[in-house]
C-alpha cells in the first residue's frame, strides 16, 4: 500500500491559464474523490467516481472543471481559464466499497494551486 | 444542501487538558466519520459510527453517535501535544455515496 499520490504538490499558474493536476489512488481501491479546501474549511467534495464512471459533481463545480478516470486507474482534473478564487488545496481520496456505510477516505497530500 | 456544522471552531487547551468538539448535520446521517489532520498535513481517517447512540473509543478518544443519528461528539481526555490539529467529522445522506466535511474544530496545545 502506497498510498494516494498527487502530483504537482504545488502549482502557481497565472489568471486565464490551464491547470491539469494528477491522482493515482490505492490500487485496489475502485472510488476515487476529488475535494477541495480553503484555508480554515474543511474539504468540499468536488466529484467522485467508481471505476471510470463520475457519479456526481458539486453543484459547485463550474463547467471550467473537468475530471477523468479514463481507465479506472489514475485521475487528472483539469482547470480551464483559472481565475484567482480556484487558489486553495486539491486533495484526492479513494476508498473500496465494502460493508456497511462508507468506506473510509484514504487522502493524498494534495496538490496547492495559486492563481496569481 | 446538506450541512454539517462543529463547535467550537477553535479551541486552546493546557496539556493534560480534556477537549470535546461536537458535530451538527442539518439532516439524518446514515453513518458518521471523524477526520484528523496535523497543520500542514491531509486530513486521516480515525473512525466511524453507524448505529444510533453508538460510543467508541480509541484509547484516549471516545465518539459518540446521537440517538437521532444528526449529532456526533469526539472528547480527548488529558490531551498531549501530539492530539494538535483539525478534527473534523463527515457524514453521507442516505442514499449518497459522498461525504460532507464538517467545519472543522482546530485544537492547540498549551505546553
Known amino acids: 500500500d502506497t498510498g494516494v499520490s498527487q502530483d504537482p504538490r504545488h502549482k502557481i499558474t497565472k489568471r486565464g491559464q490551464n491547470v491539469t493536476f494528477r491522482c493515482d489512488p490505492i490500487?485496489?481501491?475502485?472510488?476515487l474523490y476529488w475535494y477541495r479546501q480553503t484555508l480554515g474549511q474543511g474539504p468540499e467534495f468536488l466529484t467522485y467516481?467508481?471505476?471510470?464512471?463520475?457519479?456526481?459533481k458539486s453543484r459547485l463545480l463550474s463547467d471550467r472543471f473537468s475530471a477523468e478516470r479514463p481507465k479506472g486507474s489514475f485521475s487528472t482534473l483539469e482547470i480551464q481559464r483559472t481565475e484567482q478564487g480556484d487558489s486553495a488545496m486539491y486533495l484526492c481520496?479513494?476508498?473500496?466499497?465494502?460493508?456497511?456505510?462508507?468506506?473510509?477516505?484514504?487522502f493524498g497530500n494534495g496538490t496547492r494551486l495559486t492563481v496569481t | 444542501g446538506q450541512q454539517v456544522m462543529q463547535i467550537p471552531q477553535y479551541q486552546h487547551v493546557q496539556e493534560g487538558e480534556d477537549f470535546t468538539t461536537y458535530c451538527n448535520s442539518s439532516t439524518t446521517l446514515s453513518n458518521i466519520q471523524w477526520y484528523k489532520q496535523r497543520p500542514g498535513g491531509h486530513p486521516v481517517f480515525l473512525i466511524q459510527?453507524?448505529?444510533?447512540?453508538e460510543v467508541k473509543k480509541q484509547k484516549r478518544l471516545t465518539f459518540q453517535f446521537g440517538e437521532a443519528k444528526k449529532n456526533s461528539s469526539l472528547h480527548i481526555t488529558a490531551t498531549q501535544t501530539t492530539d494538535v490539529g483539525t478534527y473534523f467529522c463527515?457524514?453521507?445522506?442516505?442514499?449518497?455515496?459522498?461525504?460532507?466535511f464538517g467545519t472543522g474544530t482546530r485544537l492547540t496545545i498549551i505546553p
Open positions: 490500487s485496489e481501491h475502485n472510488r
Open positions: 463527515a457524514g453521507p445522506d442516505f442514499g449518497n455515496e459522498k461525504l460532507t
Open positions: 467516481f467508481q471505476n471510470e464512471a463520475q457519479l456526481e
Open positions: 481520496a479513494s476508498s473500496s466499497v465494502k460493508g456497511a456505510g462508507n468506506s473510509p477516505l484514504h
Open positions: 459510527l453507524v448505529k444510533s447512540g
